[in-house]
């Protein structure tokens, strides 16, 4: 079975402050992992996966599997980063299975 | 290129009442998913279908039927909608490519059962 636990539901930080969105994984083979963005009532758009080893809007991830996190950073945090998101796994099936989300709110 | 679209918006039915929403995608994808989005457990699978005439269940299919018309729409049905079914409704695809495995989504259907 696979899992995928965002242990904060809430976050909340100041604008300018670093940020890091917590995501552990269980899944017995190699996943691939994702996070996915949603601003306020929109679809979700996915922010990076961790094949790419890409920064978007000043995020990375790296996937550590030797304590199965994927954990999001960005060192400086902007307003227009606050927003749900998700971190998700996708393992040997065709199907993406979902953390339970993290809001971020980025305070002025 | 639209990419995944949903109808409706938003619907409000009353228990027992019948609908359908759909999704169609023009990017040509081989997946589609439907999930739902509820406060605190974030997306659970409803549905999904491989390609173009099958479909299968996910984690939380009771209450519900699908149907893949083609290979760009794919319909969830709630054939006598209760309470609990009050939701977002996302509509999802991904490409055919055993490699890619990014899904796309629709903007959700808001759906409130009364």
């Known amino acids: 079975a696979q899992r995928v636990t965002q242990p904060e539901k809430l976050l909340s930080v100041f604008k300018g402050a670093p940020v890091e969105l917590k995501c552990n994984y269980s899944?017995?083979?190699?996943?691939?992992l994702f996070w996915y963005v949603q601003y306020s009532r929109q679809r979700l758009q996915l922010l990076l996966r961790?094949?790419s080893r890409e920064s978007i809007k000043g995020f990375t991830a790296d996937l550590n599997k030797g304590e199965t996190s994927f954990h999001l950073k960005k060192p400086f945090a902007q307003e227009e980063d606050s927003a749900m998101y998700y971190c998700?796994?996708?393992?040997?099936?065709?199907?993406?299975?979902f953390g339970s989300g993290t809001q971020l709110t980025v305070l002025p | 290129n639209a990419g995944v679209t949903q109808t409706p918006k938003f619907q409000v039915l009353k228990t027992g009442q019948s609908m359908t929403l759909q999704c169609a995608q023009d990017?040509?994808?081989?997946?589609m998913y439907w999930y739902r989005q509820d406060p605190g457990m974030g997306l659970r699978l409803i549905y999904y279908?491989?390609?173009?005439?099958?479909?299968d269940k996910g984690e939380v299919p009771n209450g519900y039927n699908v149907s893949r018309l083609n290979k760009r729409e794919f319909s969830l049905r709630l054939e006598s909608a209760a309470p609990s079914q009050t939701s977002v409704y996302f509509c999802?695809?991904?490409?055919?490519?055993?490699?890619?495995?990014?899904?796309?989504f629709g903007p959700g259907t808001r759906l409130l059962v009364l």
């Open positions: 999802a695809s991904r490409s055919s490519g055993a490699a890619e495995k990014t899904q796309y």
């Open positions: 899944y017995s083979g190699s996943p691939e």
């Open positions: 961790h094949i």
């Open positions: 998700a796994l996708s393992g040997s099936a065709r199907q993406l299975t």
């Open positions: 990017m040509n994808h081989n997946s």
């Open positions: 279908s491989a390609s173009e005439g099958t479909t």
